[in-house]
């Protein structure tokens, strides 16, 4: 059974900075096209940022520049490093595949940019 955990939200400041984590579980982690997604309130969930099992990263024009997706297969891990935060930011953020039908969501982590 996938499952997916993310970590790491937090409340901080408009120009601050924090790091996602997400854990994998149940799949074949390496060969898996992963992403970081958010849902702000009112809002459709989006995509923001794709890691591919191999190839280039790609992210929202919205995140681009200040965002930076990486991955760590041997620890089964998805990460998303986030500077320069905005309000607009502020959304629960989840991993979950990023080319495949997503699987079950996670709990997701809050994100929060505000003076």
């Known amino acids: 059974q996938v499952q997916l955990v993310e970590s790491g939200g937090g409340l901080v400041q408009p120009g601050g900075s924090l790091r996602l984590s997400c854990a994998a579980s149940g799949m074949i982690f390496s060969i898996m096209d992963m992403g970081w997604y958010r849902q702000a309130p009112g809002k459709q969930r989006e995509l923001v940022a794709g890691?591919?099992?191999?190839?280039?990263?790609n992210y929202a024009d919205s995140v681009k520049g200040r965002f930076t997706i990486s991955r760590d297969n041997a620890k089964r891990t998805v990460n998303l490093q986030m500077d320069s935060l905005k309000p607009g930011d502020t959304a629960v953020h989840y991993c979950n595949l990023s080319k495949s039908i997503p699987r079950p969501w996670g709990q997701g982590t809050q994100v929060t940019a505000a003076p």
């Open positions: 890691i591919p099992s191999g190839g280039s990263t």
